[in-house]
């Protein structure tokens, strides 16, 4: 006998049609381009996975699929700071095998000292904070994803 399979089983895949409605994904005008590309475990792009993002203290909110190199683009703003946190976009991971989204943060490299202080990067090991700090690639901010390996992004159970 057959069981048919669970929502949680059919996880995916998503596509960028529809999903980037907005040029460029902007979710502000004059925001910051964040770009980056979402990997598997072996380095490989994941052509049908969505990337979500959004800020409560910014009041933004976006999704964007991936294309065939993985990639995904928005412009979001800096969101400011919550009290006693380094200003931050909380990220969604939906991709072909995952039974569920994954939860992370991006966290923005001109912020050293509040990303010090900031209570969740703090509770990070040291030598994997770096897989949530976006860096700067000349004023467009580079982010990859690594769903696992050696570079694997840190998530966060909810």
Known sequence: MTLPATPSQTVGPYYAIGLCR???NELVPDGIPITGRLL???????????????????????????????A???????????????????????AR???????TRLYFPDEEAANAADPVLRLVDGERRHTLVA?????????????????ETVFFAV
């Not at 990337?51 to 294309?67: K, N």
């Not at 703003?77 to 931050?88: C, F, I, M």
């Not at 095998?97 to 939860?103: D, F, K, M, T, V």
């Open 40 to 70: 598997d475990g072996d380095g490989e792009p994941i052509p049908d996975g969505m990337i979500e993002l959004w800020s409560s203290t910014a009041g933004v909110w976006g999704r964007c699929g991936t294309q065939p190199e993985g």
């Open 97 to 103: 095998g995952l039974l569920r989204h994954q939860l």
């Open 72 to 94: 995904f683009r928005f412009v979001a703003p800096k969101p400011p700071a919550a009290p006693g946190e380094a200003p931050r976009l909380d990220v969604m991971v939906f």
């Open 22 to 24: 907005r040029p460029e």
């Open 135 to 151: 860096r700067d690639d000349a004023g467009v901010l580079r982010w990859d994803v690594h769903l696992q390996g050696e570079d």
